[in-house]
């Protein structure tokens, strides 16, 4: 059963006057305005509806949700799990259809699509800008669905006005829809949330393997600077976006100049330096096992000609012997990780721990287990250096188990952040910090939706934990104010304006209704 609250039948009849971005804290029900918009709009226009969502356990869950929520016949789940012919047939008979967005770029390139949609949401529309496909799929639905409806959701619409706007422009949108959790009318149904963070002091192996990677990775930035890169930025400085630009320059060039040796040289030193920072990273926020796990491959046989340049280095070779030689634990972070899953992980309670990389979930699972405690993984379906991923059926199985809280630890990479509907999880861990405030919105919002939840981070004192963490903060509180100038002073209405629906007629055999909540 699902509460009828005032102010989403309030922001669904905002979303219904023009193409609509709307900010709402998680769990306060955007999934409800969208079908609330989606009911109204096929109700008085018919047409089709689309949802879609960045990944397949999403766009999974809103094939539930909306089959609860709207009578509108069976809603159908595209993903690449489907064959062309059988999406095909899909596409063209079901009135409702969610789908990861980069299946329904696939299949309108392929001729799949029909067009006659009368109503898009967009999922975590923040995602809409760059390269990514809800760009192009937005693209593709101005030239064929010109009058269609569209309304993106998100909790965390980023830090920057740069940002927002690029998803306006994207995805056509011609008003934003706020509100915060202190609105009067929102008040009332938000829980309350305690944010905390436990740090620990790095381990020496930790601290000594961090400082050969260091140094190695110093020497492919100062070598890079000899091909005319990264002159505007301190070693200290470099992130991995940088790195990511040196390799867009490098690509320009090549493009102008040829495949010139100097530039192959060049790309050499930028690979060593994205594999150097990256082993950097993996010592001091996940720890030895997961170090471990990023160098294994690169010591056998198979390996490729740069990963053994890679790990025959000196400084490498140093961080190497000091991990193998290492025989306690993975990271100074466990101890109090574990004692806090002791004391909170009761029968019947949910806690979700995120981790960045696969390798540490899988470990993480296996400790927690060691230590007496019941988990379960939670990850991408896919493969990663010969291990398979989660299939859709098991990702499925696995939420309804820890939703059913028939056991209480769920690890999780990022594939968990966004969007998933868990009721009443209790306790979210970060066990690293993010650098991401859309992130960190993201993982805290698993929590403190129906009931007072409790978030905490684990970081590491003088670390990239550090930095991190106070990162993420800076840009959270950054985007709290721009979300909060947006509400106060209104946002300006871009693009045409919306062409209104018609009035509601009662609906004839087949219409989609919105169920009774």
């Known amino acids: 059963m699902v509460q009828d609250r005032a102010f989403q039948r309030n922001l669904a009849e905002e979303a219904l006057a023009g193409n609509s971005l709307l900010v709402l804290p998680t769990g306060l029900g955007k999934t409800v305005i969208a079908a609330l ?9 018919g047409g089709r509806a689309l949802v879609l969502a960045p990944s397949r356990p999403l766009a999974d869950q809103h094939r539930a949700t909306f089959s609860r929520f709207l009578d509108a016949g069976p809603v159908a789940c595209l993903t690449g799990s489907e064959g062309p ?6 596409w063209r008979t079901r009135r409702v259809i969610t789908a990861t967005p980069q299946t329904a770029v696939n299949d309108a390139a392929r001729g799949l699509l029909p067009e006659d949609f009368s109503v898009v949401v967009f999922d975590e529309a923040h995602r809409a800008v760059g390269d990514y496909a809800y760009v192009g799929f937005a693209a593709w639905l101005r030239a064929h669905c010109p009058h269609a409806l569209i309304l993106g959701l998100t909790a965390s619409p980023g830090h920057e006005m740069e940002h927002i706007e690029e998803v306006r422009r994207n995805l056509g949108i011609s008003q934003v829809l706020i509100r915060m959790r202190e609105d009067p009318d929102v008040a009332p149904y938000v829980a309350v949330m305690d944010v905390r963070w436990v740090e620990v002091e790095s381990s020496e192996v930790i601290t000594k393997a961090a400082a050969h990677l260091t140094t190695f990775l110093h020497g492919r930035y100062n070598k890079l600077r000899r091909y005319g890169l990264l002159r505007n930025r301190k070693n200290t400085q470099v992130r991995m976006a940088d790195l990511g630009q040196v390799g867009a320059q490098l690509a320009a060039r090549m493009a102008k100049e040829g495949r010139k040796p100097v530039l192959f040289q060049a790309f050499r030193q930028l690979s060593l330096a994205r594999m150097a920072m990256h082993a950097a990273n993996t010592v001091q926020r996940e720890g030895v096992d997961a170090f471990r796990r990023f160098v294994t491959p690169k010591l056998g046989p198979a390996r490729k000609r740069i990963d053994a340049s890679f790990v025959n280095d000196p400084d490498v070779g140093r961080a190497l012997k000091i991990t193998a030689k ?5 990271h100074p972070k466990l101890l109090p990780l574990v004692a806090l899953l002791k004391e909170r992980a009761k029968p019947g309670r949910k806690v979700i721990v995120f981790a960045e990389l696969r390798d540490t979930v899988d470990f993480l699972v296996d400790l927690f287990r060691a230590e007496g405690l019941v988990a379960e ?10 291990r398979k991923g989660m299939t859709q059926k098991q990702q499925r199985a696995t939420l309804q188990r820890f939703t059913a809280a028939q056991f209480p630890i769920l690890v999780a990479t990022s594939i968990a952040e966004e969007g998933l509907d868990i009721p009443q999880v209790d306790l979210v861990v970060f066990y690293e910090p993010v650098a991401s405030d859309i992130r960190m919105i993201q993982r805290s919002g698993r929590t403190a939706r129906d009931a007072p939840g409790e978030v905490v981070i684990l970081t590491t004192n003088r670390s990239l934990d550090e930095k991190y963490l106070w990162s993420g903060l800076r840009r959270e509180k950054r985007m709290k104010r721009l979300v909060k100038k947006l509400a106060a002073a209104g946002v300006e209405h871009l693009g045409p304006p919306a062409v209104p629906l018609p009035p509601p007629s009662k609906p004839a055999a087949g219409q989609a209704r919105l169920n009774q909540f």
């Open 37 to 45: 918009v989606i009911a109204a709009v096929l109700e008085r226009v």
């Open 326 to 330: 290492w025989k306690g634990l993975s």
């Open 377 to 386: 993984r939670f990850t991408g379906q896919g493969s990663r250096e010969g």
């Open 85 to 90: 012919q059988r999406r095909s047939a899909l």
